[in-house]
């Protein structure tokens, strides 16, 4: 992160590249079918280091491909942080987002976008919409000056590590339990997938309540 901009763009690149290249050319049998769910590289990868596959069909050789993310988010921040005009910036983040979705689309027909095993196509357009998101919300927030709205969304954003944790430890599948009873009851005249949209978005606001809690009392959870 310390080395110039060209390298981290070039390291970066290099991960992606190196990531692409083991799925489709690793021979092992059994784990040789690129794009195929548990039969993959990165399954091969799992049950070397850890014995077993992870659910849901991720893998934790993400961690590599997606290290792109990191560095591309280093960048970001250094461009936001220098003394150029605000609207240079805005265009900088909103063309080279563009460029991201534009080029992982297109590849899209060759490697497929599956964020499960984060293929090359995945990673450049994810990073290309993060790169607009970020113009759009820095436009908004910095320059228009809209300060009370996006406070809606800090609220989870200054407790990140925690509602994470919290959600995937067993904290979303309790506070799941605790809704449904009401939700289903509430709308038990509509559809199966309107129940479970009312459902998903009372969890999400059960989950928000929380950190909102926390945030009042100046609790934030950091390493």
């Not at 690793?26 to 280091?49: C, I, K, L, Q, R």
């Not at 150029?84 to 899209?108: D, H, Q, R």
């Not at 009401?182 to 928000?208: I, K, P, Q, Y």
Request: aromatic fraction near 18%; glycine fraction near 8%; charge should be positive.
């Amino acid at each position: 992160m310390r080395k110039a901009i060209k390298w981290q763009l070039v390291i970066s690149f290099a991960l992606i590249l190196l990531s692409d290249l083991l799925y489709r050319f690793w021979s092992v049998e059994g784990y040789n079918e690129a794009w195929t769910p548990d039969h993959n590289f990165g399954s091969w990868f799992d049950m070397t280091v850890q014995g077993s596959l992870s659910p849901g069909h991720w893998v934790s050789f993400n961690a590599i491909p997606t290290t792109a993310h990191t560095i591309w988010g280093v960048l970001a921040g250094m461009l936001l942080m220098n003394d150029w005009k605000p609207y240079k910036k805005i265009k900088i983040l909103l063309i080279t987002g563009a460029i991201g979705l534009i080029v992982g689309y297109s590849m899209n027909p060759f490697i497929p976008i599956i964020k499960h095993i984060c293929t090359s196509s995945f990673i450049i357009v994810s990073g290309g919409w993060c790169l607009i998101g970020l113009g759009i919300s820095y436009w908004l927030i910095d320059v228009l000056n809209f300060r009370k709205f996006p406070v809606f969304f800090a609220i989870v954003g200054m407790n990140p590590l925690f509602i994470y944790m919290f959600a995937h430890m067993g904290g979303n599948n309790f506070l799941h339990n605790i809704a449904k009873p009401f939700t289903n009851g509430l709308f038990s005249w509509s559809s199966d997938l309107t129940r479970e949209m009312v459902l998903s978005l009372t969890v999400w606001a059960m989950l928000w309540y929380i950190c909102y809690w926390l945030y009042k009392r100046k609790i934030f959870i950091k390493l």
